[in-house]
């Protein structure tokens, strides 16, 4: 008759405490530099609707000039964070964003506001809008001959 017997080592299954606290160490240091990536990417949701906002609003008030036979302006208050047009109700962007316009003197109704005139003919005063995020930077761009807004790196250039 033969027997079988199973050995039982002193070794156990698992792993070491200093195992443990190595995982831990990769998990907390990849959320330390993962933390900021993705609160940037939220930034960057807000700021991209905020240009395609802005853009809309200027679109809109370009039509309603053409449709209307007469000049309409889209105005942007820079310190209250707003814009607003005859056609276009007041709206506002978040209050971290940094807007800096570039436009024809001619609309200006406040200190901190400025504009961007669009006539019948789909042309326009022209301009730059650009908006800051936290280092993160677009342009929107509006030709004066055609009144057409595109954002880009550089106004001036197609």
């Known amino acids: 008759m033969s027997t079988h017997r199973n050995e039982i080592g002193n070794s156990a299954a698992g792993f070491t405490l200093i195992e443990m606290l190595v995982v831990l160490a990769i998990l907390a240091l990849t959320t330390v530099f993962a933390m900021p990536l993705l609160s940037g990417g939220s930034d960057g949701v807000r700021l991209d609707t905020t240009i395609s906002d802005l853009s809309a609003a ?19 208050d820079v310190e209250q964070r707003t814009f ?60 004066w001959l055609t009144g057409i807004v595109r954002k880009a790196a550089i106004c001036g250039t197609s």
Do not use: H, M, W
Not at 95 to 104: N, Q, R, V
Not at 124 to 132: F, K, N, R, V
């Open 58 to 76: 200027l679109r809109v008030t370009r039509a309603a000039a053409i449709a209307s036979n007469r000049p309409l302006a889209l105005i942007v």
């Open 84 to 143: 607003r047009s005859n056609v276009v109700s007041r709206r506002s962007f978040p209050s971290d964003i940094e807007a800096k316009l570039t436009y024809a003197s001619i609309i200006r109704s406040a200190v901190s506001e400025g504009g961007f005139q669009f006539f019948p003919d789909g042309s326009s005063t022209g301009g730059e809008i650009d908006l800051s995020l936290r280092g993160r930077q677009e342009k929107l761009c509006i030709d």
